[in-house]
């Protein structure tokens, strides 16, 4: 039976008044009489809660589909044919109901075990690797999104987040624009061992500026490097990870714009030649320059990040393929400029590793970088690539904000336009306020922060679904670079930092800059690691 109120009752009464002549006054009259039920007081509560938490309400469970004769199945969104209000919280609904209520802010306090895990099962795809990375452009799996190519993209953009975390960005620090720890030790350090990755090099790009001293990053005379900045690392999957994943996976993880020199190359918008033996490829200067530059005179980009890398990438291609235990993929990702340089990565690769070597390129935020020719060479490769974007997000316009704008909307007309910048590949689009954590203020910086973007990835489900109730990820991390999250949450903004600024204690009682342990100071002679 339904919880509801009753209706009012109107039941007839009639009053008789004694008169001082001793004769009887009647007067009728009716009195309202209301029936009030259990079911309906629990449903004034309920209505009442819910009204105090609408604004983070998700969605229900979405049931999924399994992989069959080792093709990976679509997710199924079924659509809720009761209306609105019956979807609506109520407290005669099961316990099980009650715990898929989303976070508030009691939810960021340790209460012991009980809390839920912020880690999402991962399950063995070495039978359907090939479509998560591209082999069918992603048809069917993206909209509503696979749980299994959910996970592959919150893996993968936790990789390009780490060369934010460990990135020493500290002014006073004499090894400013360095890895605060060497590459045994990174993951472990960031929380990043349990996805199976072992960094075999550090790669150090130059962003060459002659300018005032405030472009400068650090402030100190005497600094590790005056001319190169620590920009991502090569990893490769152990033989654990490898078989749960199918394959020899070869990872290039890039990290963004940090630097004020890099914010100032990336504005060189001026499209440049990148293959020699074809003048009509074509990409944006600024992050050419970043990617190409070299000096002999340095210490650290004798050789440039291109050829660090590719270096690196040939080593360890060459020494899978003599091993010959298992198929070997080449994934590379990156956030922003990081984003560019992957697809430069990319071409390249595809250029030296013509066949043996799936590439793929998981990007998040990324701009455009090169003309049309530039993404119909990387389609010829076979270069699969996966743009990972936020509506909201201002970045993926860039450059040509406007003009691009007008020429693809007149494609038909302008389609062979080899001047126009142009974006490769699939695109995962997602708006920011589908998440009900998120503020709905505008904010240009804060649309454009990775950890929103991993947030998202998390609790996407369809471009027309609600933000998944069960999302795993841990939304206090949205706030960690960004102050995104609603105030109800009282998360702190900007709250990832080294404890008290990096200073130390000393054993007189004095704070101090602690100097950085002998193997994590960077050398230029150092060897990649062995496999």
């Keep these: 039976m339904e919880a509801k109120m009753a209706t009012p009752r109107g039941v007839a009464m009639k009053r008789v008044t004694m008169l001082r002549n001793g004769t009887k006054k009647t007067k009728w009259y009716w009195k309202l009489k209301f029936g009030i039920r259990l079911k309906a007081i629990r449903s004034a509560i309920s209505s009442s809660l819910h009204n105090q938490r609408r604004r983070l309400t998700c969605s229900t469970a979405i049931p999924t589909n399994t992989p069959v004769n080792g093709i990976v199945s679509p997710l199924v969104v079924h659509q809720s044919r009761s209306s609105s209000k019956k979807n609506e919280l109520r407290l005669a609904k099961p316990l099980a109901s009650l ?20 880690l999402s099962p991962r399950e063995n795809i070495s039978a359907v690797w090939r479509d998560l990375h591209g082999a069918s452009d992603w048809d069917g799996l993206l909209d509503p999104l696979h749980p299994f190519l959910r996970r592959e993209i919150v893996k993968y953009g936790e990789f390009a987040q780490a060369t934010y975390d460990a990135f020493d960005f500290d002014p006073l620090s004499e090894f400013c624009g360095s890895c605060r720890y060497n590459r045994h030790k990174l993951f472990n350090e960031l929380g990043l061992a349990q996805n199976g990755y072992k960094v075999t090099k550090y790669i150090y790009a130059l962003s060459p500026v ?33 078989d749960r ?102 071409y390249e690769a595809g250029v030296l590793f013509p066949t043996g070597v799936h590439i793929s390129v998981v990007s998040f935020g990324a701009p455009r970088v090169g003309n049309l020719t530039f993404r119909e060479k990387l389609n010829e490769m076979g270069v699969k690539t996966l743009r990972v974007v936020i509506g909201q997000d201002i970045v993926p316009k860039l450059p040509g904000l406007f003009v691009n704008s007008i020429v693809n909307k007149l494609s038909l007309v302008t389609g062979k336009l080899n001047w126009v910048y142009r974006h490769v590949g699939k695109e995962l689009r997602m708006d920011m306020y589908m998440s009900p954590y998120l503020k709905r203020e505008s904010d240009m910086t804060g649309s454009h922060n990775l950890e929103i973007y991993l947030h998202l990835v998390d609790g996407f489900v369809s471009r027309k679904g609600k933000f998944r109730w069960n999302s795993r990820r841990d939304v206090a991390l949205v706030n960690k670079g960004s102050d995104m999250l609603v105030e109800e949450l009282r998360i702190p903004q900007f709250w990832y930092q080294l404890p008290h600024k990096g200073l130390i204690k000393n054993r007189f009682g004095r704070w101090v800059k602690p100097g950085r342990n002998p193997e994590d100071i960077p050398s230029p002679f150092s060897q990649p690691s062995h496999v």
């Design 210 to 242: 002659d300018g005032p001293d405030w472009f400068e990053s650090s402030k100190i005379g005497e600094v590790w490097s005056r001319d190169s900045n620590w920009m991502g690392f090569v990893a490769v999957s152990t033989d654990e990870e490898s």
């Design 99 to 118: 715990l898929r209520m989303p976070l508030r802010a009691a939810d960021f306090i340790d209460f012991g075990n009980h809390m839920t895990p912020t």
């Design 245 to 346: 994943i199918g394959r020899r996976d070869i990872l290039v993880a890039w990290r963004g714009t940090v630097t004020p020199t890099e914010w100032y190359i990336d504005l060189k918008t001026k499209l440049k030649k990148i293959d020699r033996s074809d003048k009509k490829v074509k990409v944006q200067r600024g992050f050419l320059t970043i990617y190409k530059s070299k000096d002999e005179e340095s210490k650290f980009n004798k050789t440039s990040a291109s050829e660090q890398v590719m270096e690196e990438l040939n080593r360890l291609i060459n020494f899978f393929k003599e091993k010959g235990d298992r198929e070997i993929s080449l994934t590379i990702t990156g956030h922003s400029l990081g984003g560019a340089l992957s697809l430069l990565t990319a």
